[in-house]
């Protein structure tokens, strides 16, 4: 198993591009999640989806759009990337109704905008 | 609004000694995370507490959560290199959401 993925790693843009960051999963989990990491800072919640066709926001859903078309991925997008934007970027999962309930994270992308 | 804070935000400390990191909470969840991260890395799970009085060991760290109190703590005995890493608390809310402390950056010098 691959766990958890994401696609790129690393990513430069300039102000006002569009990009979208996918998540996918082999594990058959019904939770995904994207975060966000800053530097000094603990993650933060961008968008989840507690199943296929559907989704959340978090925290800090602004400047961003989900999608979770199939089970096993979730798309992060960003239709006019800002500055403030420049993040690492997590996408997580989780199984349904575990005791645990514990979230696998991907290895991230290090998106920068110009 | 829901808060984590981890104290300290940064510990340096020599190989050998003992100390703790703390995570106040500020829901009445009854559960509670703690993830490594190294530098440039993802964040790996070490424990997952789920109840009042819960403790876990693993090696030389040892986690416990008061939820009456809304305190975690995570305790690291005899500290080697090897630890040197960031440490977060993360609280567990309705939809599995996580609402991550702010980390502690922990340094261990020979």
């Known amino acids: 198993n691959a766990g958890v993925t994401q696609t790129p790693k690393f990513r430069v843009l300039k102000t006002g591009q569009s990009m979208t960051l996918l998540c996918a999963q082999d594990?058959?989990?019904?939770?995904m999640y994207w975060y966000r990491q800053d530097p000094g800072m603990g993650l933060r919640l961008i968008h989840y989806?507690?199943?296929?066709?559907?989704?959340a926001k978090g925290e800090v859903p602004d400047g961003y759009n989900v999608s979770r078309l199939k089970k096993q991925n979730f798309l992060l997008g960003l239709e006019s990337a800002a500055p403030s934007q420049t993040s690492v970027y997590f996408c997580?999962?989780?199984?349904?109704?575990?005791?645990?309930?514990?979230?696998?994270f991907g290895p991230g992308t290090r998106l920068t905008v110009l | 609004e829901l808060k984590v804070e981890q104290n300290p935000l940064f510990l340096s400390m020599q190989e050998g000694k003992n100390y703790t990191i703390y995570c106040n909470y500020s829901t009445t969840s009854d559960r509670l995370y703690w993830y490594r991260q190294d530098p440039g890395k993802s964040l790996e799970s070490l424990f997952v507490l789920l109840s009042n009085g819960a403790v876990k060991q693993e090696g030389r760290l040892m986690a416990s959560l008061d939820t009456k109190a809304r305190l975690s703590t995570l305790h690291i005995t005899a500290a080697v290199h090897d630890l040197s890493a960031t440490y977060f608390c993360a609280e567990h809310e309705s939809q599995g959401q996580l609402t991550f402390g702010s980390g502690t950056q922990l340094t261990v010098l020979p």
């Open positions: 997580a999962s989780s199984p349904i109704q575990h005791l645990l309930n514990e979230q696998f």
């Open positions: 989806s507690v199943g296929e066709g559907t989704t």
């Open positions: 594990m058959n989990h019904e939770y």
